[in-house]
């Protein structure tokens, strides 16, 4: 990761987009301090959750911390459960350790939690183990032990990359609903524009282990800014073309973290590529304003030259 920096309010989602590899996951594993081992996190950084130096916790101290201030639905449940642990185990044993709770109102607390999920039969799901149940059944689970100890943040992972299209909808409605009763924040993780359109505050597109462009989701769907978000987006399949269209694809690949090109990192791949592209490695910059927001919520930031929207710091009343 690059200078990545995200700020999240009580109740808000971000979304964050890219292509596979471009450092999604990464970043939120970095956060949860579950990065490989390989991996090194820079001194100077820091992640803070109301006020607490997230990456200085104790071992013991995060242990109470985990689960239970942030948690996480990972991309895939098939490797995230326990596959000889029941189900019941892998939800009771969360809340008797976070909330203190007795075996038995941590069994109630754990069919509650699959009732919310929208899982049949919980209490007979209580003692089935992961192999027994579909790809959305136990990511439902996998939703439910993240919930189970009510997170202020939660982190989806990718969590419908594995499950069809309509169990998709179902699992980020899902989402949705138990966020908003709960007014949790959430950072949702996804490579696919169309995913968080629907589903989020403000997206931040991912692209070579930094932010290329952030900004609030329907000013930066309608005008996307850097040349790869309006990239992204024209590769998206719609309804209303012919059979047999052709697909937009971005040409080229991702850079490799390890050999960076000097310059924009994007820069190999844009259309919109300048002589100024190949020197420059542009940090983001505020472009627009939503009005009615704070500041560091507010602003619609790029990291390019030659955006697609150049005039700076404009509002979007002023932009209609």
Known sequence: MDGVDISLRRGETIGIVGESGS???????????????????????TVRFDGRDVLSLTRRDAQKFWGREIAMVFQ??????????TI????????????????????????????RVRIPSPKTRLNEYPHQLSGGMRQRVGIAIALSC???????????????VTVQHEILDLL?????????????????????????????????GRFLEVGDTRAL???????????????????????????TVIEGRPPNLREMPAGCRFAPRCPRVADDCLAVDPPLEDLTRTPGLTPEFSVHRVGCLHPTVPAPMRTTSEAS
């Open 23 to 45: 450092g999604k996951s990464m970043l939120v594993r970095s956060i949860m301090g579950i990065a490989p081992s390989a991996a090194q996190v820079d001194p100077s950084s």
């Open 88 to 115: 019941g185990r892998q939800i009771i044993d969360p809340l008797r350790h976070h909330l203190g709770l007795s075996r038995k109102d941590a069994a109630d607390r754990a069919v509650e939690m699959l009732t």
């Open 76 to 85: 895939d449940p098939l490797t995230s459960l326990n596959p000889i642990r």
């Open 176 to 208: 949705h609903g138990l966020q908003t009763d709960s007014d949790m924040a959430m950072i949702l993780v996804s490579h696919d524009l169309a995913v968080v359109s629907q589903h989020t505050d403000r997206i931040g597109v991912m692209y070579a």
């Open 150 to 164: 009510e997170p202020k943040l939660l982190i989806a992972d990718e969590p419908t990359t594995a499950l069809d």
């Open 221 to 247: 769907l309608d005008e996307p800014a850097h040349p790869y978000t309006g990239a992204l987006l024209d590769s998206i399949p719609r309804p209303d073309q012919p059979p047999h269209t052709v697909l």
